[in-house]
């Protein structure tokens, strides 16, 4: 039986900002660091901890995840059952922090790891895609030639020389495996017109073509016509969205910080797989704290995005190990 529960001698939500590597630039913003939110349970013998970072794109900051945060840990140490604050709060950065911090927690008074007590497979080691961030076609091939060690690539696109970039990606590097991500960059007419060149570079996944909202007319885009499939990304969030958008997309990119953290991941997981759709799972800019609970989603992904410590540059320590675009499974150190 899960723990719903806990008697929290401590409980703390706070900030922490990391600098990135170099600038992460998408159609829409670039980053040069990342604020995370942390979240830390104590019940007098064992710590749990989770990270979340808030997506501005859906109006989060971070002085409302904090809020949030401490909000939900105020109800918990005056004794609400985490199952059913949880699903009366929103999804987003504050709910993932707080659920991802009391799996830990979970796993650790359980004194066993995380996927033995969800009774799912160990978890192994998986291929992680390496991000190429938006900039001119010939800074992205010199970009994608110098991720020798990575061999999938996501590059970001959202741009009028789109099918340019992508072209000069592939010549660059004929053999790596590619998806793109438009980050909802593109009308109906640019997909249309870009669609030949992804087709050509051997895409195999195009990420999030249309604004949110703009997903039905993807229906004039016929299945039989779609030689590289289509993700939802910023069009869904929890399980809810996954079973609304079933008819019109191929791949649903789970995130952590769009769910709200392991428990509606978990949920969206088991919808996707029932709707007959592919799984990504993804992340935002954070540490490996952030991406250890993803790991569990990843087990059964087709695509894995889990490179943010890569393009942090710097982790945390203890941290999860990265070798040649593979990512390790975390310690019970790190997390679960």
Known sequence: MIEDTFTLRNARAYR????????????????????????????????????????????????????????????LRGGAEWSKLHDLTSAGAARNAVDCALWDLRAKRAGKPIWELLDLPEWQPVETVFTISVAAPEAMAAAARDAGHY??????????DDDLRIRAIRDAVPDKRLIVDVNEGWSFAELERCLPAMIDARVELIEQPLPA???????????????????????????????????????????????????????????????????????????????APAMLL?????????????????????????????VFPPSPQVWG
């Open 151 to 160: 061999p999938v690539l996501k590059i970001k696109l959202g741009g009028s």
């Open 213 to 291: 909202g703009r997903d039905d007319e993807l229906a004039r885009l016929p299945r039989a016509a779609r030689s590289v499939p289509i993700g939802a990304d910023e069009s869904c969030h929890t399980a809810d969205d996954t079973d609304r958008l079933a008819d019109l997309y191929d791949v649903v990119n789970i995130k952590l910080d769009k769910t709200g953290g392991l428990t509606e991941a978990l949920r969206m997981l088991d919808h996707a797989r029932a709707a007959g759709l592919d799984v990504m799972v993804g992340c935002m800019l954070g540490t490996s704290l952030a991406m």
């Open 16 to 75: 922490e900002t990391w600098p990135l590597a170099k600038p992460f630039v998408i159609s829409r913003a670039r980053a040069d660091t990342t604020d995370v939110l942390v979240v830390e349970v104590d019940d007098g013998q064992c710590i749990g901890r989770g990270e979340a970072c808030p997506i501005r794109r859906f109006g989060q900051s971070m002085e409302k995840a904090l809020a949030g945060a401490e909000g939900m840990l105020a109800a």
């Open 298 to 326: 990843a087990q059964s992904s087709r695509f894995t995005d889990l490179d943010a410590p890569l393009l942090i540059g710097t982790d945390r320590a203890p941290a999860m190990v990265y070798k040649d675009g593979v």
